[in-house]
Each structure stands twice: as structure tokens, then as C-alpha cells.
């Protein structure tokens, strides 16, 4: 299995400012995924961020709120901008395992963000 | 649309009682795959197992074990004998099959665990 680590494992911030996320990956992966989890709550998909592309965001989450990047097949980042407390979150990357036919998906520790 | 619904918020036992962990699931497609994820209070998500809508063969691991009903779209998770450490969150998810989207995961809303000594 892949492992993956993400940076930071928690911060609390101020409203109105941004937080970029990191998410390594010790092997090459075709897809990484971004979920979030509201406290007390379920996980949600953010987005899925191919290399090379840009990344496919799900209903009710945008680009210009949480830009995404990843430059190569091991590191993704995404970005929580403008954040207000309702961003108060874990956010999860998650990543597809190489192989066929088709794949574990393995998700990394968490950030664990609180905006003041 | 996708969806899955573990209808049990929490669930409370003693050690050693055996746990059953129902999960319900909505797809259109005929092929998919469904997960069963731990989340301790330390909150990093711990894969459990999958298993593709082909397979109807229930597993066991250890203490773990999976019954997948297709006819009832349900795929229930019973850990056996359940000890202080099972405590946590379970997590049911399915994703679509195709290569074009990714393992996308639909998640249900979680059962949280809590096993008493």
C-alpha cells in the first residue's frame, strides 16, 4: 500500500486568510483525491486532481475557493482560501493504489484545520 | 446518483459482544466497489477492505467479516467478540467503476463504535 503523508497535521488560522495543504505520496499514483470531513460529519470528495490536468471539482466546491495542484505523480497541494470557521475541517488526500484492475484507495492522516 | 446509508449512528457493547455494522447502498451502475473504512479517534482513516460488485463471497478476516447481499444492495461489516480498541468510526463507501473517474468513494455517514470493557 502507498504512504502518505500530509503537511500540516493541524493548524488554526484566521479568518480570511489561506492555507495550502501538501500531500506526499512515497510511490507514483495516477489519481490523488482531496475529501473533506466537517466535524462530527462524513467525508465529502473536494476534488480529483490528475497530473498534468486540472482538476475536476464536485458540486458545491470551486476552484477559486480551493485551488488545487499537482505538478507530478507523488505531490499534490490544495489550497483552503479566504477561510471563514465554516472551514473548520480534516481534510483527507487519498490516493489510488498502482495495479489492476481496479484499485485500494489509501487516504493520508488528515489536516485537521480550525479557523478562528 | 450515488448513495449509502448506514442507518446506525452508534452502537454501544460490552466487550466480547459481537458487533453487526448495516450498510445500504444506491447505484445505477452494474459494476462498483464497495469499502469499509476505520477512522479511530486519532482520526486517520484505516482501509478495511473492498470488494467488487462480482463477488458475492462473504469474507472473514480475523475478527472481521463481510456479508454483501446484492439482492438487497448490503454489504454489513460484524467484527466478532469486539474489544475496547474496535472503538471508532466505520465508515461504508462505494465508487463508480470507471477508469475515467477514478475511484471516486460516496461515503455513508458513519456508525461510531463504542466498545465498554
Known amino acids: 500500500s502507498a504512504v502518505i503523508s500530509q503537511k500540516p497535521s493541524r493548524d488554526i488560522c484566521q479568518r480570511g486568510t489561506s492555507l495550502t495543504i501538501q500531500c506526499q505520496v512515497d510511490s507514483q499514483v495516477t489519481m490523488m483525491f482531496w475529501y473533506r470531513q466537517q466535524p462530527g460529519q462524513s467525508l465529502t470528495l473536494i476534488a480529483t486532481a490528475n497530473q498534468g490536468s486540472e482538476a475536476t471539482y464536485e458540486s458545491g466546491f470551486v476552484i477559486d475557493k480551493f485551488p488545487i495542484s499537482r505538478p507530478n505523480l507523488t505531490f499534490s497541494t490544495l489550497t483552503v482560501s479566504n477561510m471563514s470557521p465554516e472551514d473548520s475541517s480534516i481534510y483527507l488526500c487519498?490516493?489510488?493504489?498502482?495495479?489492476?484492475?481496479?484499485?485500494?484507495?489509501?487516504f493520508g492522516p488528515g489536516t485537521r484545520l480550525t479557523v478562528t | 446518483a450515488q448513495k449509502v446509508t448506514q442507518a446506525q449512528t452508534e452502537i454501544s457493547v460490552v466487550e466480547k459482544e459481537d458487533v453487526t455494522l448495516d450498510c445500504v447502498y444506491e447505484?445505477?451502475?452494474?459494476?462498483?466497489?464497495l469499502f469499509w473504512y476505520k477512522q479511530p479517534p486519532s482520526g486517520e482513516l484505516v482501509f478495511l477492505i473492498r470488494r467488487n460488485s462480482f463477488d458475492e463471497q462473504n469474507e472473514i478476516s480475523g475478527r472481521y467479516s463481510w456479508n454483501f447481499q446484492k439482492s438487497t444492495s448490503s454489504f454489513n461489516f460484524t467484527i466478532t467478540a469486539s474489544q475496547v480498541v474496535d472503538s471508532a468510526v466505520y465508515f461504508c463507501a462505494l465508487s463508480e467503476a470507471t477508469k475515467a473517474a477514478g475511484n471516486k468513494l460516496t461515503f455513508g455517514g458513519g456508525t461510531r463504535v463504542l466498545v465498554k470493557p
Open positions: 447505484t445505477r451502475d452494474t459494476t462498483y466497489y
Open positions: 487519498s490516493v489510488e493504489s498502482a495495479g489492476t484492475p481496479l484499485y485500494e484507495q489509501y
